[in-house]
């Protein structure tokens, strides 16, 4: 469980202060936490658009990330060029980009991952 807790030193909304404050996640992963109960204000709930007052309390409590576990998968690419650097992929209509619900597998990045490492996000794939 990540834990963060702060004072709040400016009036803006919650959603982005929580952004602003703690940079690992994204605006919008900040409304979803809120939105969940993971952050309240003064131990209250509290809403992504709500603006906390100068003083109050921060606390916010998130479960660590989950390691994706994306099986490369031998897809045939359209690859227009690549280099060390680069892959530029000629990505058929209809095919999923990114493993999620719902399509775990037969997504682009299986293929990438299939054809050449890919590099990580935040050291998760």
């Given amino acids: 469980m990540q834990t963060h807790e702060f004072t709040v030193t400016e009036t803006v909304r919650l959603d982005k202060l929580v952004a ?4 690992t ?25 709500d ?24 897809i045939p690419l359209d690859i227009v060029y690549e280099d060390d650097d680069v892959i530029v992929v000629n990505k058929p209509q209809g095919m999923v980009v990114h493993p999620a619900p ?17 590099s990580s996000i935040n050291g998760t794939l």
């Fill in 102 to 118: 719902g399509h775990p597998n037969h997504t682009l990045v299986n293929a990438l991952l299939y054809h050449s490492p890919l």
């Fill in 25 to 49: 996640i994204s605006r919008s992963q900040a409304k979803g936490a809120i939105e969940a109960g993971q952050i309240t204000v003064d131990g209250q709930p509290a809403k992504p658009k």
């Fill in 20 to 23: 602003e404050t703690v940079t």
């Fill in 51 to 74: 603006k906390p007052a100068v003083g109050a309390t921060i606390h916010i409590e998130l479960p660590d990330p989950q390691p994706l576990d994306v099986t490369p998968e031998n």
